[in-house]
């Protein structure tokens, strides 16, 4: 099992940035590719980027592109998102999710049926 955990959601105006984290425990997290997607109410879960194991691919959705910026600590077990440029439509509980990987790639996955586990969310709102 893996568990994560979610934190540095918030209220910010648009224009802001915010950083979210998700630390990670109960396995190797180094085993793991990593994503992010959100869910604003109404709506289904969507992507927002991913990250291989070794943090050497990332992939956005278009919507994010140029804005947001995933990282991963391998020493710390934790993924970032970082989000500037902020927009009312960014508002959304984000979530982290995680996904047992072969290490001799560097594979991201897009496709939230491909993940093993998942944080219970953070929610972000962007006030216009």
Do not use: H
Request: proline share 2%; charged share 15%.
């Amino acid at each position: 099992q893996v568990q994560l955990v979610e934190s540095g959601g918030g209220l910010v105006q648009a224009g802001g940035s915010l950083r979210l984290s998700c630390a990670a425990s109960g396995r190797t997290f180094s085993n793991y590719a990593m994503g992010w997607f959100r869910q604003a109410p109404g709506k289904e879960r969507e992507f927002v980027t991913a990250i291989s194991w070794n943090g050497n691919s990332t992939y956005y959705a278009d919507s994010v592109k140029g804005r947001f910026t995933i990282s991963r600590d391998n020493a710390k077990n934790t993924v970032y998102l970082q989000m500037n440029s902020l927009k009312p439509e960014d508002t959304a509980v984000y979530y982290c999710a995680a996904r047992l990987t072969w290490t001799g790639g560097s594979y991201y996955f897009t496709i939230r049926d491909e993940y093993d586990y998942w944080g219970q969310g953070t929610q972000v709102t962007v006030s216009s």
